[in-house]
């Protein structure tokens, strides 16, 4: 079955930056769009970024344009998400997905599969 695999996450300070990755076993990766959420404690999970099947679209929330970049390895069945710039807003569960669409979007109803999650706490 399809598996997916966030890492990365951790304690970071205000301004820094993080790298997350998300492997994925079980499914023809390049038929995947992939995409980012993010929940924190009491709140609604949220759209962070997404990007299209060959990797040539790419899409994000206005609450991370300019400070996130999404990326994708075919060969490696990996989906990166580079923060920089890091705020105590950005404390969360950050969770990969992936849709069987061509361009995943916004909304959680476009994903098939949902990995476990990382923590990613920012100190202030």
């Known amino acids: 079955q399809v598996q997916l695999v966030e890492s990365g996450g951790g304690l970071v300070q205000a301004g820094g930056s993080l790298r997350l990755s998300c492997a994925a076993s079980?499914?023809?990766?390049?038929?995947?769009?992939m995409g980012w959420f993010r929940q924190a404690p009491g709140k609604e999970r949220t759209f962070l970024s997404t990007?299209?099947?060959?990797?040539?679209?790419?899409y994000y929330a206005d609450s991370v344009k300019g400070r996130f970049t999404i990326s994708r390895d075919n060969a490696k069945n990996t989906v990166y998400l580079q923060m920089d710039s890091l705020k105590s807003d950005d404390t969360a569960v950050y969770y990969c997905?992936?849709?069987?669409?061509?361009?995943?979007?916004?909304?959680?109803?476009?994903?098939?599969?949902w990995g476990q999650g990382t923590q990613v706490t920012v100190s202030s």
């Open positions: 079980g499914l023809t990766f390049s038929n995947y769009a």
């Open positions: 990007i299209s099947r060959s990797g040539g679209r790419t």
């Open positions: 997905a992936a849709s069987t669409m061509e361009f995943g979007g916004r909304f959680t109803g476009s994903y098939d599969s």
